[in-house]
């Protein structure tokens, strides 16, 4: 067996490590929310959505990677617009829950994610702009069969390449990655500031969590958004393109492609380790069925409830 059908045969077993992963952890943080009593968190739930509609996909990207792309334009268009729209969302969510905590720490203020209609209204108005961002690769993305090569999934853009690949690089690139990136930049940094000077140790134990994912984010999505930028440059023109340096790029974004799809299962994770609430809960739950004893769960202390009163920015940290 050559070294680029076992380099196939390893990411067909991450992409179902990732798969299973996810979808366990991400169930487990929507029961959680669900089961707690102290106010449930719109934006957890959303976010535990959009990385399980992700996950879902990830059975049909293996198998494209060991026969090629063997399935219908429809379906290529399918899979790729959850891709992009969990992406968008993930970081637009994670903006969001940056602004509350900014507005409820640095300015004392009363949230708008104490009221439920407001987070809901907003959380659903996030995947409607993520949806209106992924909407060019679900317009252009169509199966691809070479006499000579194995089927792809790919974008079919036509004579206006150069126009339509500024669209879907650069315009998405800058308001679905880059400018919540800045904000949740400048959100984080002041309230990390304020925390110190408060001297605020609950609220400390909450922002690990937050950074924690924002930091996981970043180093999932970051390469491959770099890397993005590198095949875009090429594609227009500004750096030179030659063989080399495509196939360079080309295994470039097929790596950091897969160090982003790992973000789908991270955040339980970090809920976990991390989250004294999260894992409060989920051993809660477990001593109501049995599973662990009370004994057990007074163990592991009571946790600390910290931002808006009602809990809807989230209830796992």
Same mark, same amino acid.
């Given at each position: ?7 196939? &045969? ?8 990732v ?5 366990l ?14 106010g ?12 399980m ?11 494209s990677k ?6 219908s334009?429809?379906?290529?268009k399918?899979?790729s ?7 968008y ?30 987070v809901k ?32 999934? &790919? ?19 800058t ?6 990136l ?5 959100? &984080?940094?002041f309230?990390?500031r ?9 609220k ?6 937050i950074?924690a ?10 390469? &491959?958004?770099?890397?993005l ?5 090429m ?15 080309g ?18 994770l ?6 004294q ?41």
């Amino acid at each position: 067996m050559d070294t680029e059908t076992l380099n196939k &045969y390893a990411v067909v077993v991450i992409y179902a490590l990732v798969f299973l992963l996810s979808l366990l952890g991400n169930s487990l943080v929507m029961l959680v929310v669900l089961y707690s009593r102290i106010g449930r968190s719109v934006t957890d739930v959303y976010l535990a959505i959009a990385d399980m509609l992700f996950a879902l996909t990830l059975p049909i990207w293996a198998v494209s990677k060991v026969k090629g792309w063997i399935y219908s334009t429809i379906l290529c268009k399918m899979v790729s617009l959850l891709k992009e729209v969990n992406f968008y969302s993930s970081i637009l969510l994670l903006a969001c829950i940056s602004v509350d905590r900014y507005l409820a720490i640095v300015h004392a203020t009363r949230t708008l994610t104490q009221k439920r209609h407001w987070v809901k209204f907003i959380c659903l108005g996030i995947w409607a702009l993520s949806l209106i961002l992924s909407l060019p690769i679900f317009v252009f993305r169509k199966a691809f069969y070479p006499p000579n090569s194995s089927p792809v999934c &790919y974008e079919d853009i036509g004579v206006n390449t150069t126009r339509w690949r500024m669209v879907m690089r650069v315009l998405p690139q800058t308001f679905g990655f880059l400018l919540p990136l800045l904000v949740m930049l400048f959100c &984080y940094g002041f309230t990390l500031r304020t925390l110190f000077q408060a001297h605020m140790g609950q609220k400390h134990r909450a922002m690990r969590v937050i950074f924690a994912v924002v930091l996981v984010f970043l180093l999932c999505w970051l390469p &491959y958004n770099l890397v993005l930028v590198a095949d875009t440059f090429m594609r227009l023109g500004v750096i030179k393109e030659t063989c080399e340096r495509r196939n360079d790029i080309g295994r470039a974004l097929d790596a950091t492609e897969i160090l982003g799809f790992l973000h789908s299962c991270l955040n339980p994770l970090i809920y976990a380790f991390i989250g004294q609430k999260f894992r409060h809960g989920l051993l809660k739950i477990m001593a109501i069925h049995g599973l662990v004893s009370k004994e057990f769960l007074a163990k592991d202390g009571k946790p600390s409830f910290v931002g808006s009163s009602s809990g809807n920015t989230s209830t796992t940290f």
